[in-house]
């Protein structure tokens, strides 16, 4: 692919610096997404130009105008600190007529509402989990049907946001004390799913309309104090010392029979196009006891950090960092926006 102009867009306090020499180990991981990715661009010989923004549009109109970009990596994870926002972001760069690199709008608004990707699934058969959605201002009670242990989420976040061992609740006063904590600290609506069981494992897929899956990873808690639950919770995620702690190894997925690589990988796909996603996405499922593939959610643009699910399981794959960059990038040109169609008549 020819030298390109790129125009990466991050959040005003998360713009990476040329270097990370000097920085203490915390603001490393805050902005270790933003930096891989820039870096990765640059060793491609792209023309770089990083855009930080927060609650006004027309700053990316006014670099748009500027730059002229062949084509915009979306980065953003909110705006205005509104999750869902970041969807209309992309729909603001569709109606700016330019290529972006990541998921269109669409797939990003079922994706975020994990209820309604749910309901989607199962009007596809895909397997994934039964559930009810307590609104704000409303009390957790227990459903008609349900049982518990029960987990507690919510409903528009990504990255764990609001997720810890206090999540899974195995009575009526937890139940309600949870949702009532998402209500109020998380500022969103409440999603409650029956606790399944199993190996926790993510799959990667590449793709607009013919999609690639990566290689099967999983996480794997290794010395998880007695009564945690094997969850992906925030702490997890982004606390090392506890990472190293309760011994939490994000590998590649080990003793799966090929015939279950396989239905897992048809599993993802079919979840990746029942949203309309493109670009490249991360699906999330259990895999129970007895062998079943169960779709937890769907996470377009996930974190691509050179260390995280995506990146690693590409090099497994034998796809370096540099190269998973530019086959987003890629992908992100060939999609076909709305305005391309039009424009082709």
Not at 197 to 211: D, F, H, S
Not at 315 to 321: F, I, L, P, V
Not at 335 to 341: G, I
């Amino acid at each position: 692919m020819k030298r390109l102009r790129v125009l990466v867009l991050t959040h005003e306090d998360l713009v990476p610096p040329e270097s990370l020499e000097g920085l203490a180990e915390r603001e490393v991981e805050r902005i270790k997404k933003e930096y891989d990715v820039r870096k990765a661009l640059v060793q491609l010989g792209h023309r770089i130009e990083v855009l930080g923004v927060s609650d006004d549009l027309l700053p990316i109109r006014h670099t748009v105008e500027d730059l002229h970009p062949d084509v915009v990596f979306h980065l953003l994870m909110e705006f205005q600190e509104v999750a869902v926002y970041q969807a209309h972001v992309t729909s603001y760069l569709e109606l700016l007529r330019v290529p972006y690199a990541g998921c269109n709008p669409r797939g990003l608004l079922l994706a975020r509402d994990k209820a309604l990707a749910k309901t989607i699934f199962r009007a596809h058969r895909i397997p994934t989990a039964t559930f009810f959605v307590v609104p704000r201002g409303r009390a957790g009670r227990l459903r008609r049907g349900f049982g518990f242990p029960l987990i507690v989420k919510s409903l528009e976040e990504e990255a764990s946001l609001g997720i810890a061992q206090a999540s899974v609740v195995h009575d009526e006063e937890r139940l309600a004390e949870r949702v009532e904590f998402i209500h109020d600290h998380i500022g969103t609506d409440a999603i409650v799913e029956p606790y399944i069981e199993g190996r926790e494992l993510t799959i990667g897929v590449l793709g607009n309309e013919r999609l690639h899956t990566l290689p099967i990873w999983e996480l794997v808690f290794e010395k998880l104090p007695e009564g945690s639950m094997p969850i992906a919770t925030a702490r997890a995620k982004w606390d090392l010392a506890y990472q190293q702690r309760i011994g939490l190894n994000n590998e590649r997925a080990r003793d799966l029979p090929p015939e279950l690589e396989r239905r897992i990988g048809r599993v993802a796909r079919r979840a990746y196009r029942a949203l309309g996603l493109s670009g490249y996405a991360r699906i999330d499922l259990r895999l129970t006891p007895g062998g079943l593939p169960v779709v937890l959610e769907a996470n377009p643009n996930p974190d691509l950090s050179h260390d995280e699910d995506i990146a690693l399981a590409a090099q497994a794959a034998g796809m370096e960092y540099p190269a998973l960059i530019q086959r987003i990038v890629r992908l992100g040109m060939a999609y076909r926006s709305p305005w391309k169609k039009a424009a082709a008549g």
